[in-house]
């Protein structure tokens, strides 16, 4: 248990800092006053259980090792969720600039959505974490999709593992019902962006608290 431990280490750090780092940008963007394209900011670190499961579905061994940290790229994930469709793409491009990580794979299951009816867009990092011995370059999972792609991923998610994987035919056709209609829902908010986007800026000028500081009382853009 030491060993596995000790292996996770880096990549238990990995997501803490990428979670860090990716909230950041959130902030960055509300700072400018530009609209956001993250809404939240998740991570986990892959479950052992999810780990071993895994071994079995890819037929290695399951111990702490190199071998298995390249077949499972995503044992440190890091989820960003996005309001509308075109957000995802400006993330991915930010991302791809970024000198702190490296995009060595991309998938994009929004263009080529998965049977199941699943969308989001995926991308593995190296990413260097660093340790007492020194600096280790890991693999990580980044995760990008809209809120509604979201909402179906996490409903699937758990009717699979309710039923261990093994969807009753309507609940699955009820699934890919439902993933047209989130499909659907995505096109809809993204027509309606740029009024939803008037909408929010009213909404952030009229929150606003006065700058004490400095002793006015001022409403934004006065
Ligand atoms: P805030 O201030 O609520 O934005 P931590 O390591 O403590 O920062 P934690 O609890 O490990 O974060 O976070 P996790 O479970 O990885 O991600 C949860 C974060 O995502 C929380 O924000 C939630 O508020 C936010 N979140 C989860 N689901 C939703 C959702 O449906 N909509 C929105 N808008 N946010 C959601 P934080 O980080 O606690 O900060
Ligand atoms: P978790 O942590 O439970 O989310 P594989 O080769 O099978 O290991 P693959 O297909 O090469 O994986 O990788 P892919 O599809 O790029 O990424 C796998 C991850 O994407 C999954 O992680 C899910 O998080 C998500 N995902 C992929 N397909 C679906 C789907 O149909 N429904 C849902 N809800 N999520 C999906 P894990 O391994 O399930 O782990």
Not at 96 to 121: F, H, L
Not at 141 to 154: G, K, P, V, Y
Request: some cysteine.
């Amino acid at each position: 248990m030491k060993e596995w431990k000790q292996f996770l280490g880096p990549y238990k750090q990995a997501v803490a800092e990428l979670k860090v780092k990716l909230k950041g940008l959130r902030s960055q963007y509300e700072l400018e006053n530009i609209h956001t394209p993250v809404e939240f900011v998740t991570g986990r670190l892959k479950p052992l259980a999810s780990i071993y499961d895994k071994t079995l579905e890819k037929g290695i061994p399951f111990e702490p090792s190199e071998a298995l940290a390249k077949e499972l790229p995503d044992i440190a994930g890091v989820r960003l969720m996005c309001q509308f469709v075109d957000d995802i793409g400006k993330v991915v491009q930010t991302l791809r600039q970024r000198t702190d990580m490296r995009v060595i794979e991309e998938r994009d299951y929004i263009s080529n959505k998965k049977a199941s009816g699943y969308r989001s867009y995926h991308m593995i990092i190296e990413y260097p974490v660093q340790t007492i011995h020194g600096e280790k370059t890991i693999l990580a999972e980044i995760q990008i999709r809209t809120l509604a792609m979201n909402f179906w991923a996490s409903i699937e998610h758990s009717l699979n593992y309710k039923y261990k994987g093994e969807l009753p035919d309507e609940i699955r056709h009820r699934l890919e019902r439902a993933a047209e209609a989130a499909f659907r829902l995505d096109e809809e908010m993204s027509l309606i962006r740029d009024e939803i986007h008037d909408a929010q800026k009213y909404f952030s000028a009229f929150k606003e608290t006065p700058d004490r500081d400095y002793g006015e009382q001022k409403w934004k853009g006065e």
